[in-house]
């Protein structure tokens, strides 16, 4: 009888610790540990607290991970167990996020620095090509003003491209050697913002900063000279 009680009770254990790893696999970490992914056209903040008497959560950002951070808002219900915060409007290269956690008490803390990863459920590293383009624009709904056409001849840059989520990649492998400019424009040729210096081989910027789907124009200058001009696309929808 023993012998069974002690069978049960570790078949008992290993049940709650395959339940708990595979809750740990579901739920996101527990502050101060957090997660910031990459979505489409956002990055997504999520975490667990088990802190009470908090007044408020603010949202810090920054792009070098050391100084520079700002508050760009706060979590709506500071005290939620279970929370999420989507910044909307992240910036071009690389997104580094921190919480400030302040208490009712007046006490307040600073949690783990975190970078922004990539969402492994979303197919990004598919570069979009003139198939591809052609099948998203065919999609519009009726009445929706049509984005001009996709001839066959047209390829995306090996540089500057959009990929399978919708952002944009930028890639440089020898961007830590030489200055490589890149600057972004409208269809129509207005000019929308530059980054002065890519300073890393690979980046990614976020759609939600060209502001709405369609052509985007853009010039990549090394050491001073014309590199490429070219094109790309942003579909209003995510290829999966």
Do not use: C
């Amino acid at each position: 009888m023993k012998q069974i009680v002690r069978l049960l009770f570790a078949a008992g254990i290993l049940i709650l610790l395959n339940t708990t790893a595979k809750a740990q696999l579901v739920n996101p970490p527990v502050l101060p540990n957090f997660q910031a992914l990459i979505k489409t056209g956002k990055i997504q903040l999520d975490f667990i607290s088990g802190f009470r008497g908090v007044s408020s959560i603010g949202v810090q950002r920054s792009l070098d991970s050391v100084l520079n951070f700002n508050t760009i808002g706060y979590i709506a219900d500071a005290n939620a167990m279970r929370a999420t915060y989507v910044d909307n409007k992240p910036l071009p290269g690389k997104n580094f996020y921190r919480l400030l956690i302040t208490f009712t008490s007046g006490r307040f803390m600073y949690t783990k620095t975190f970078m922004a990863l990539e969402d492994s459920t979303i197919n990004a590293n598919t570069k979009l090509s003139a198939s591809d383009i052609r099948e998203m624009t065919s999609k519009n709904p009726p009445g929706e003003k049509k984005d001009k056409e996709v001839v066959i001849p047209w390829k995306p840059s090996n540089y500057v491209y959009t990929t399978a989520d919708g952002n944009i990649n930028i890639k440089l492998p020898e961007a830590p050697k030489k200055k490589y400019s890149v600057k972004f424009f409208e269809a129509n040729g207005a000019p929308l913002f530059e980054i002065d210096q890519v300073m890393e081989p690979f980046l990614i910027i976020e759609k939600a900063i060209f502001l709405h789907a369609g052509w985007f124009n853009f010039e990549i200058h090394e050491e001073g000279k014309v590199l490429e001009k070219w094109n790309f696309y942003i579909p209003l929808n995510y290829k999966s």
